[in-house]
T-cell receptor
C-alpha cells in the first residue's frame, strides 16, 4: 500500500474559521487528489495536483484552495468554513495514468458548527 | 459529462449467498472502469478494474466485466462472507483526464451469518 497519511483525522470547528487539512505521501507519486465524501453523493473531486505548484479544480472546488510546495505534501484549505463543508475528506495519490490505481488515505472527518 | 449510476443499498445477504451490485455508466470516449471498496472506518482501496471493452477484472472472488454495449460493469461474487461487509463504489476515468475518478454513490453491503 502507498504510504498516505492525513492530519488531523478529526476536527470540529466553527463557521467562519479557516481550516487546513494536510496530506502526506511517501510514494513519490506525481498526482495527488482531494475528495469529499457525503451520503448520497459518493466521492467528489475538489482539487488535484499534477506536480509541485501545479494544481487544478475538480467538480466541487468552490470555497476550497490547495497548495503543493513539495512532492510529498498536498494541503487543502477552507478559507472560511461553512456548515455545508461538514464532510469526510479523502486524499489520494497516483501516477496519473487513466488505467492506474489511486491510493487513498484514511480520511479526515470535519465538522463545522 | 461522465457519470456512474449504482444500485442503492443497503444490500443485506446471508453468508454464502450470491452477490450482484449493478453499475452503469455514461461517458464520452473509452473510459477505464473500477470497483473500489471501503471497509468501516477506512479509506477506499482498489478491488478490481477493467480498461477496455470485454475485459474482466477479478480479485478476492469478485468479478466484473466491462460491457460496452450495455455500458455496464456489474460486480459479482459467488459466495459472500461476513468479512465482505463494506461499501462498494463503482468509478470511471477517461483517457487524458489526469486519472480523475468519477464515482457512483456507493452501495453498502451487509453480510449476516
Amino acid at each position: 500500500d502507498a504510504g498516505i497519511t492525513q492530519s488531523p483525522r478529526h476536527k470540529v470547528t466553527e463557521t467562519g474559521t479557516p481550516v487546513t487539512l494536510r496530506c502526506h505521501q511517501t510514494e513519490n507519486h506525481r498526482y495527488m487528489y482531494w475528495y469529499r465524501q457525503d451520503p448520497g453523493h459518493g466521492l467528489r473531486l475538489i482539487h488535484y495536483s499534477y506536480g509541485v505548484k501545479d494544481t487544478d479544480k475538480g467538480e466541487v472546488s468552490d470555497g476550497y484552495s490547495v497548495s503543493r510546495s513539495k512532492t510529498e505534501d498536498f494541503l487543502l484549505t477552507l478559507e472560511s468554513a461553512t456548515s455545508s463543508q461538514t464532510s469526510v475528506y479523502f486524499c489520494a495519490t497516483g501516477t496519473g495514468g487513466s488505467t492506474d490505481t489511486q491510493y487513498f488515505g484514511p480520511g479526515t472527518r470535519l465538522t463545522v458548527l | 459529462g461522465n457519470s456512474v449510476t449504482q444500485m442503492e443499498g443497503p444490500v443485506t445477504l446471508s453468508e454464502e449467498a450470491f452477490l450482484t451490485i449493478n453499475c452503469t455508466y455514461t461517458a464520452t470516449g473509452y473510459p477505464s472502469l473500477f470497483w473500489y471498496v471501503q471497509y468501516p472506518g477506512e479509506g477506499l482501496q482498489l478491488l478490481l478494474k477493467a480498461t477496455k471493452a470485454d475485459d474482466k477484472g477479478s480479485n478476492k472472488g469478485f468479478e466484473a466485466t466491462y460491457r460496452k454495449e450495455t455500458t455496464s460493469f456489474h460486480l459479482e461474487k459467488g459466495s459472500v462472507q461476513v468479512s465482505d461487509s463494506a461499501v462498494y463504489f463503482c468509478a470511471l476515468t477517461f483517457t487524458g483526464g489526469g486519472n480523475k475518478l468519477t464515482f457512483g454513490t456507493g452501495t453498502q453491503l451487509k453480510v449476516e451469518l
